[in-house]
């Protein structure tokens, strides 16, 4: 029946009034307050052929309605006028001027980004609008603490306290931590949401000190309705700063509130801490971000290369071949395959055309050095002598049968793919054999990768063990 009444009277409706019935629904389906905070911020521009255009006052304001309410929006908007297939948000910055202007009123007070800005400094508010959960992608690595870090932000009350976030540099976990904050706050606003990295803290609690008023630290502290603290393993050797973190972190797990916090270690390694303190912070729920797969580094990268195709519009397109190529050779950190995708899509627009792997490697000759140093042909053949209980004299001897001969295989296809070492020099290192042998157990491997999947999954464990390095 909605169809009907659209297909009559679509001519007559005009873009205006197909937009108010837009926001009705959307006010019905999200309530007063989201489409106060939110969707009100939106103003429709215009329409050119399948795309509707729409202006907000910033960046953070469309990522959020990008990431919680664009499909119900197009979807609304295809029942008033089926020919709208797309929407296209900009930013307009003058609207934000107009926004601050009218502060005090209902709607600045709602708008939760105005809220955050009024009610916080930025040294008390240091969050990443990128780092939220829907920008961070999950894999077999990261689901565990990913759905840890949702549990808790979703619940009043997480039960496990403290949720302990271990892992590597660069895998993730400021970007869970900043997206805890920014989760709770956008669902409830008045809560007392405290981010801090433990240098922070240290700092803060220092200062206080020689300003001789630690209560009002103190008591802000303590007055947290969650507190967030990021890289503990730094809050080292200031014996009366860890003591008040130790008092601070008891009495809010004392009266339930949620504590969280990151370390590159486990508890027990936290050299520095106190026995008490290690058991304290290890008491709650400790979760791993495990080094990162293949897989994971390939959609991140698909994800961020998206975002920045939506950003510049008519640049240049990577081919997968590139985007497969950095997933596998910037390993060991987010950050940098992030920062060499970013790299390369700007020489690529740079130089004004489209980019092959021949230039890939020579834009990112340096980030690959350092990337490549720390694996030697000697860690990979460790390695897969260790993942199939073979010796490693045995690996690299002349025996062939088949319990040694795959394995030595799966080790030359590893070394071409994760060192810079040429094949003769390959061959050299498995018992002086020629560089032929080393192309065809490359082939046989790849043959048995793409037949096989035990294979595919042997070569990828083996693979994270030796990257994890
Ligand atoms: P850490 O705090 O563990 O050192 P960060 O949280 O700062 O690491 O992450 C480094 C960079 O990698 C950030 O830009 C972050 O957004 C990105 N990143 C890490 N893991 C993911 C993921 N699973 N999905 C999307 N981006 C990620
Ligand atoms: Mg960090």
């Known amino acids: ?71 119900k929006i197009i979807y ?58 829907e920008k961070f992608v999950v894999g077999k690595s990261n689901e565990m603490a990913f759905a840890s870090a949702k549990a808790l932000a979703s619940s009043g009350n997480y039960e496990f306290n403290p949720l302990y976030i271990c892992g590597g540099v660069g895998l993730g976990k400021t970007h869970l931590m900043h997206a805890i904050a920014w989760h709770i706050k956008a669902n409830n606003p008045n809560s007392r949401v ?35 603290l990021d890289d503990i393993q730094f809050m080292i050797g200031k014996t009366s700063t860890q003591e008040e973190f130790f008092h601070t972190f008891n009495s809010l797990i004392d009266s339930n509130k949620n504590v969280v916090v990151s370390s590159d270690r486990a508890p027990s390694e936290l050299s520095s801490f106190d026995d008490r303190m290690k058991s304290r912070l290890g008491g709650g729920l400790i979760v791993d971000i495990l080094p990162s797969t293949y897989e994971l580094r390939h959609s991140i990268l698909l994800q961020k290369y998206s975002e920045l195709k939506l950003k510049n519009p008519g640049s240049f397109t990577l081919e997968d071949s590139i985007l497969d190529f950095l997933a596998k050779t910037i ?46 042909i000697e860690e990979i053949q460790n390695k897969v002598s260790n993942y199939y209980n073979i010796n490693n004299e045995d690996l690299i001897s002349s025996k062939r049968i088949r319990s040694f001969a795959r394995p030595r295989q799966v080790a ?27 192309i065809h157990a490359v082939k046989k491997i790849e043959e048995l990768k793409n037949s096989n999947s035990k294979y595919d999954e ?4 083996i693979t994270q063990m030796i990257t994890s390095l």
Do not use: C
């Open 412 to 438: 030359m296809y590893l070394s071409k793919k994760l060192t810079t070492r040429s094949l003769p020099e390959i061959g050299r290192k498995f018992g002086g054999r020629d560089h032929t042998t080393v």
């Open 194 to 228: 405290i981010y801090l990295s433990a240098e922070r803290f240290m700092f803060q609690f220092i200062k206080s000190l020689r300003q001789k008023d630690t209560m009002s630290f103190k008591h802000k502290i303590r007055s947290a309705d969650i507190l967030i």
């Open 331 to 376: 390993t060991a950190n987010i950050r940098e395959l992030e920062g060499a995708l970013n790299k390369i899509f700007t020489f690529s627009n740079i130089l004004g055309k489209k980019i092959d792997l021949e230039i890939t490697k020579s834009v990112l000759k340096d980030l690959l050095k350092s990337s490549s140093k720390r694996i030697t």
């Open 458 to 461: 042997d070569i990828n464990l």
């Open 76 to 133: 609304f908007l295809n029942i008033e006028n089926p020919e709208i297939k797309r929407v296209k948000i900009n930013i307009d910055n003058s609207l934000s001027a107009n926004m601050l202007s009218i502060e005090g009123s209902e709607q600045r007070k709602s708008n939760f980004a105005g809220a955050l800005t009024s009610n916080y400094s930025k040294e008390d508010w240091p969050l990443d609008e990128r780092f939220m959960f």
């Open 1 to 71: 029946m909605q169809q009907d009444f659209n297909q009559k009277n679509i001519q007559e409706l005009t873009l205006k009034e197909q937009w108010i019935n837009v926001l009705k629904k959307l006010n019905n389906e999200y309530g007063n307050e989201v489409f106060n905070s939110w969707i009100k911020n939106i103003t429709v521009k215009n329409i050119e052929g399948e795309t509707i255009f729409f202006n907000v006052p910033t960046r953070f304001i469309r990522d959020w309605i990008t990431s919680h309410y664009l499909d």
